[in-house]
């Protein structure tokens, strides 16, 4: 201790000319005394103890610093400047710089310097005469070695006193700063005290608790901004890979299908676009290749939704650009077996075997979309080359999906060839062979990717499958479209293609229920069934124009599971024939009985707005759906029992849109709108529960209605009327006006009473 | 807001089971005791959402909240 206060001294000395004290160490702890004092009476925030300790502080220093000095230097006067100076030092800004600063301020305040830190000064003054002091005052520890600072640190806070001083002295010292004011080192303890008490006054006293934990304070909530960033980040790279990667996102990705649905739909919808605008645009192609692009990103989430709506897109779209673009994107971006699988029956009758792509569905979106490009884009002449890449590309990707490419191949090299001899031909007609050949072909390369499909949901790759599976009509369908003339044919081809789509993921997706078409189920078995009898369709029909007849017979089988897949087929030959429009109409007429095929075929939008609601409504098995099934619900039975009950008892609660203002008022806050069912339950026990008390009461009261004093009662009961709070106030409170007024008597002009009491 | 208080269909509730009457402004009263229960409920409901940081009122906040309430609101 003697050699801190000797430091101290010594560091004291030299920062400021020392009084004409003694001894410096007494010098020292004259000045430390008088800036603790000072900074005490100045500091704003601090305890009573502070006025009064300032005050008692500042009276010795002004006339006697030697007895203030001797009190202090007793033990109690000692702890109380510690006490004192810790306050202050925690007041000041952050604990610990705050520390450091006024620690060893203190010290060099002592030399005659400003210091804010009492905790330096009181660092001295312990020092100087008690060590176990030092151990109690927290940081004295650590201001000997953070002295060095002291200056500096002194130094720049001294500089903001003068501005900080003006502010905060009048505000925060009572007057006791003022008085202290009289010296310069008083002074500069008031600046520095002011300026401390800016810190102080400036922080709430929260600082003031918290200086100690301020650090921590701190921490928390940097790390927990990282923490957060570091999330976001995180999430989105979970989401950003969440789709590339396989995940059985399928079944939990309501939300990610949801995006990748609606990313898929926007895709979609600059399909439909550019197919509205202009059957061949490059822009679709772009757009395609765009879509094509999100896909991946997609990928697994939607592999329902994306086919059926691809499907329809297909349709709906006729594009040739977007075929030409769909199969170059495809090779040169999506690699996924989806993709193939799914261009490969579209195109595979024209192309060859599509590269062989990872047999992996997460590309299926990509594939969709590329066969909804195919669809937009078919357009007769570019059909063939277009297609002959898609073929080539789906049938590698199906291959590559079902594990079977051998069969893929030799599909493949069928629909290639079948694809060459409708290359030969540029014609429409030829088109439309080739068309049907691809159709054929796709049909084959449906049933192997069915089967494929049908091994991968085995393997629980569902949405695979599913992609897969969607794939194949899509691809047949648009294989279709390719035929100039082929536009309503195609829509029926599509349809076709589509309904074997449909059914084929419904087989692999359990979770697709047939909530959209009951195509869906048929599809099911179609696929399984068709497979193979589509096979030996397709090789026959493949080079073979069927007529109208086999349309018809196709349509027909269209709600048949078995005749869907050959529908499709004979479908397409019916496309080769140059009755198309015929066929056309047949299969529209046929394919009315199917709502979502119907529908397409007489209206694009419409179609493929229908499949994507109906996708979206069985992919979308939220809430929404619940209540609509749920408000549904009473309706159909109200209506059932409306012969029978003239009260509908099920309908009994209130109605939705009173108690749901009346909760959202009171609530004040957002409040979900699928709420009302739980609270019309809630009410329903309520009520019952109510009407039994208020019999209960009117029958203890000997009378047979109920009364108000009954409801007044029960209101007491529960605890909403006490003796507080009479009954009437709750009236007014809640209840409007008019109905106030039957309740409690109003005295009006004429010695009237309102409501007429008879009493 | 005031709205139009459903009248009938409380009185409709009340006389649900038993075959008691209704005085003539008990229904109003009866929907005092409803506006009541009501505000109740929601302000527990915002509660329970405030604990799990949303700030719509979701309807697993209401079923925690509904049975505690009709309990305490025997009589």
Redesign the interface.
Known sequence: MAENSATNVRRSMRLKNTPGLESPGSALRHRLKKKLHESASSSPLPSPKRPRSAVANTKPPVTAPSPVYDEDMTTRGLLRGIIQMETEASLLMSGQPALQKSEPNPAESSAGERTEGLSGVELSDLTLNTEPLTHVVRGLSRKKPQHAFSVSAFEEQFNQLPDNTEDTSHVFHKGDVSQAKGDASQDLDLSSGSKSGLNLTLKTPFVEKRIERAGLQRKVSNRRLQSVDAFDEAVQRCLEQGPNQEHSVFQDGKTLEDSSWQKFTLGLSDVTELYVQSKKDDTMGPSAENEREHEPERASDIPDSEPLIQEEKDHEMESQDEEEVVPSSQDDVYVSAEDDIVLAPTQAMTESLPKSHDAELQDREFVEEVEIGNVVETEDQEVLEIEDDSVEEVEDESAEEVEDESAEEVEDESAEEVEDESAEEVEDENAEEVEDEEVVEAEHENIDTSQYLERITRRAHRSEGGGAVLGIPGTTRVTKSFGAGLNPREKDLLDFVDEGRERLQDILDEEREPLGSPEFPQLHPAAELSTPEQRSQQHEASLAEEDVPELAEDNDAQEEPNQSEEELMDSEPANHSPEFPQDVEEEEEEDDDDDALSAELSMKTPAFVRQKRVFASRTAQTTPTVLKEVNAGPAPQVAKRAPRQK?QTGV?V??KS??M???K????????S??Y???N???K???????????AY??HAKR?????E??????R????VTDTTPVNI??EK????E?RK??IPVATSGNKVIPNQRR | ??????RA??K???????N????K??D????????????R???E??VK?FEEKS?????H???AV?KK??K????
């Open positions: 009260r009994d209130l109605p009173y108690v203002s009346v909760f008022h009171f609530a004040k806050t957002k409040v979900a699928d709420v069912p739980a609270i339950e809630i009410l026990k309520y009520f019952e529960r109510l009407a039994d008390d208020l019999e009117a029958t047979k209605t109920i009364e108000v009954d409801f007044e009662l029960l209101m009961r529960q605890g909403f709750l009236i809640y209840l409007p006006m109905y039957l309740l | 807001m005031s709205k139009k208080a459903p269909a409380l409709l509730h009340m006389k649900k089971n038993t008691i009457r209704i005085g402004n008990a109003l009263m009866a929907q005092l005791n409803l506006l009541v229960v009501l505000h409920l929601v302000e409901s915002r959402a700030a719509t009122i979701k309807v906040h209401v079923r509904a309430l009709l305490s609101t025997r009589g």
